[in-house]
């Protein structure tokens, strides 16, 4: 937790509007850190994470040039639970790490508050550098619909992964602060508004 960035945690499960509260957030003049931006960059050409992958992974799952193979690397990490909790435990700590450099420069420039948009933001440990955690969810159905419309999965494809991720009370048990979304796309943004307001007076009134 830093001293002066007031730091909002962002999750929620796929298909729950998450993106857009982001989005919405970042319209309102708020930084908002992208976790799976950084997730890219610590596995950039030479990098030590990527190396440990090698390591954990074998060397096949590097270009020819040494960068990520992509499609490589998931194969090998998501074949059982055990490959992928290997993937996160190599990954995640350095993901941390380039967040706290980040909000270490953001300290410097005399941001006021700061949003991680985190689709594994518990998973990885990340919501203990949040000053407060907020969960974006939604009904099950109306997820299953926002997925097949945005990414153009079969339906099965759409349920498998919605089943990989963690069921709705994982994140609204956890969460400080939960935004349902359960109306149409102007209620929602209504809500990002209201929380980006709320983000504001929570930096100041610490």
Same mark, same amino acid.
């Given at each position: ?59 096949? &799952? #590097?270009?020819? =040039? !040494? ?6 690397? /998931?194969?090998? $990490?998501?074949?059982? +639970? @055990? ?63 926002? &997925? #097949?419309?945005? =990414? !153009? ?6 349920? /498998?992964?919605? $089943?990989?991720?963690? +069921? @709705? ?38």
């Amino acid at each position: 937790m830093t001293d002066k960035v007031y730091v909002v945690g962002l999750t929620g499960p796929t298909g729950s509007g998450k993106s857009e509260v982001s989005r919405r957030l970042a319209e309102a003049q708020l930084p908002v850190i992208d976790a799976d931006v950084l997730a890219r960059r610590v596995v950039e050409p030479g990098s030590e994470c990527l190396r440990r992958l090698a390591e954990a992974f074998s060397e096949d &799952i #590097l270009n020819d =040039d !040494g960068s990520l193979n992509r499609r490589q690397l /998931a194969k090998r $990490a998501f074949a059982t +639970p @055990e490959d992928t909790a290997l993937l996160n435990s190599l990954t995640h700590p350095y993901i941390i790490a380039l967040t706290n450099q980040i909000l270490m420069r953001m300290e410097q420039t005399h941001e006021r508050a700061a949003v991680i948009d985190a689709p594994l933001l518990f998973e990885s440990g990340m919501d203990r550098i949040c000053d407060i955690t907020v969960a974006v969810v939604a009904p099950f159905e109306s997820r299953l619909r926002r &997925i #097949l419309e945005r =990414d !153009g999965l079969t339906e099965a494809q759409a349920r /498998a992964r919605m $089943a990989a991720q963690q +069921p @709705e009370n994982y994140y609204s048990s956890r969460a400080a602060v939960v935004l349902s979304n359960n109306g149409d796309l102007a209620s929602l943004c209504a809500k990002a508004d209201g929380l980006a307001a709320k983000i504001r007076e929570w930096a100041d009134g610490r």
